[in-house]
């Protein structure tokens, strides 16, 4: 039985795997999960040699009826996502020390170099597939091709990676909203330098923050927006979530290829540098479905807010501090792609939590559902207006048997960066300051359980993060920061910019207009 998708607030059930993926987010705020988590079929051990690609096709089938997506164009566009990888087996394992058992799942090797290619290469093609169809659909009926204006805000990572997603899409038009001189320098010049004409990129004066408030000023109004459809790049949309299951299997098979993981007799634990909970839930899923994965690990850096709640039962945001304006005040780490204040797709982990905790206590499927959403409505509203909620003691007791959590502080990803770059055996490994958190999680709870696998997930490309990497290897004897600088990134410093600055006056208004002057330019035509 393939499931439908429903909103973890209760708003919406029934809902097809394309509405889902058009609408992002549901409309009663709530975020879309498949109403039951797929089973494996019982000879799943038989997907071991299977490529990336066949397992995602396996995987994804599992969730997409063929009724929705017919098999031939689902291979498709999977095949159009990961060709764009620059290694083979898209997303491979190595091994980083092969007495504690600690390995590294390197999912980095797409288009921009980060993790969020793997999801943002297959959402990209999904979403020409859907809008090419019911834009033929349309113009049968004689009525007008639908446009959609993808929108999202980024502190660097999603903007590049949306970009690479959708460039050159048809009927597609991009905005990326980003801080002025707050991302770096790699990465501005990966978005802005990309020449597709649907793609716009807006230099934003202020943070992160402000950005994500004018993103969420837009979504708040939609109908200003009118007749263009708006839907978001960001972690919400479900298809970035099931597009990343597929590795936590191809680790899986790929450490029972090499024969160091005894599938009979080892066990596994999963470490995820975690900052919107996008990434350690599709693990999650993979766990639900069957794979044998002993534990998930929430690896957070300074900005714990997970971390916190795994500790305390409680998820509270954090005040803002001195003479800070916003609603709150995230860090800024060496990590900037986890710092979140909050985490957007804890809410779906709460939901499928609270489905078993509270549903086994009332009768009836239609009701476990419904007292799922009631509780998660209590939860978001308790944080909307006293910041903060906290669960009851079962609740906690639910998350704590799949999940543990460590906090990973700046001073100790650069330690690790270091020692991992003298470990024996690995000719100099470079860790990102995002995949050094994971690793860093990964080697504590070795220590505390050394009789298991640790898998850690290495989520960018070092020379996306120049200045953490150049810190923590700043005093060793040969080496040089270009050494690591791959080709692709290297030439971007010389290509010609397109960016539109906005400034603070202009505000929502402003964005409005250029996202309205943009699109009209290709619309009338
Ligand atoms: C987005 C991102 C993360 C965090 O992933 P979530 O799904 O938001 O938890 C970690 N590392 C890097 C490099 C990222 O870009």
Not at 145 to 165: F, K, L, M, P, Q
Not at 370 to 389: G, H, I, N, P, T
Request: glycine letters at 6%.
């Amino acid at each position: 039985m393939i499931a439908s998708f429903l909103s973890t607030r209760g708003g919406s059930y029934g809902v097809s795997f394309e509405e889902a993926v058009l609408q992002g987010l549901a409309p009663d705020g709530g975020l879309f999960v498949p109403e039951s988590i797929p089973s494996l079929p019982c000879d799943w051990n038989n997907w071991v040699d299977l490529s990336f690609e066949e397992l995602a096709f396996e995987i994804l089938t599992l969730y997409i009826p063929s009724t929705e997506i017919p098999h031939q164009f689902l291979k498709a566009i999977i095949h159009q996502a990961y060709a764009s990888f620059r290694v083979p087996d898209v997303t491979p394992t190595i091994t980083l020390d092969n007495e504690r058992k600690i390995h590294l799942l390197e999912l980095f090797h797409g288009p921009t170099f980060a993790f969020k290619d793997i999801a943002l290469q297959f959402f990209g093609n999904l979403l020409e597939f859907f809008l090419e169809r019911r834009n033929q659909t349309l113009q049968k009926a004689g009525q007008d091709r639908e446009h959609y204006v993808v929108v999202g805000a980024t502190s660097g990572d999603t903007g590049s990676a949306g970009i690479e997603g959708l460039r050159g899409k048809k009927d597609v038009s991009v905005f990326v909203l980003f801080p002025t001189g707050r991302v770096s320098s790699v990465q501005e010049a990966q978005m802005t330098t990309v020449p597709d004409a649907n793609v716009h990129c807006l230099s934003v004066d202020g943070t992160f923050d402000d950005c994500q408030g004018l993103l969420k000023g837009l979504f708040a109004d939609r109908s200003a927006m009118a007749p263009f459809n708006l839907t978001s790049i960001n972690s919400i949309n479900v298809s970035r979530i099931l597009a990343q299951v597929t590795f936590y299997f191809a680790s899986y098979f790929s450490l029972v290829r090499s024969g160091k993981f005894n599938p009979s007799s080892d066990q596994i634990k999963f470490s995820v540098p975690t900052g919107n909970f996008g990434d350690i839930l599709a693990g999650f899923l993979a766990k639900r479905m069957g794979l044998p994965i002993s534990q998930l690990i929430v690896a957070t850096n300074e900005n714990d807010i997970l971390h916190r709640f795994w500790q305390t039962g409680t998820y509270e945001k954090l005040k803002s501090t001195g003479s800070n304006t916003h609603a709150g005040a995230v860090k800024e780490t060496m990590s900037p792609a986890m710092d979140v204040l909050i985490s957007s797709n804890f809410e779906r982990l709460l939901w499928f939590l609270a489905y078993d905790v509270y549903g086994s206590e009332v009768d009836g499927e239609r009701e476990k559902l419904q007292v799922a959403s009631s509780m998660v409505r209590q939860w978001q509203a308790a944080l909307k207006s006293e910041d903060r909620f906290s669960v009851e003691q079962k609740m906690l007791n639910a998350a704590r048997a799949e999940f543990s959590s460590q906090r990973v502080s700046d001073a100790e990803t650069l330690a690790t960066i270091h020692d991992v770059y003298q470990w024996t055996g690995l000719k100099h490994y470079v860790l990102d300051p995002h995949s050094a958190i994971g690793v860093t999680a990964a080697i504590r709870s070795a220590e505390a359980a050394p009789s298991f696998h640790h898998v850690a997930l290495s989520t960018a490309h070092p020379a996306k993060f120049s200045h953490a990497v150049e810190l923590a290897l700043s005093e060793e004897q040969g080496f040089l920061f270009s050494d690591i600088l791959p080709p692709q990134l290297s030439v971007l410093e010389k290509l010609p910019r397109r960016v539109i600055h906005v400034k603070r006056r202009d505000g929502l208004d402003g964005v409005r207009k250029i996202i309205m002057e943009e699109v009209g330019k290709v619309t009338k035509t």
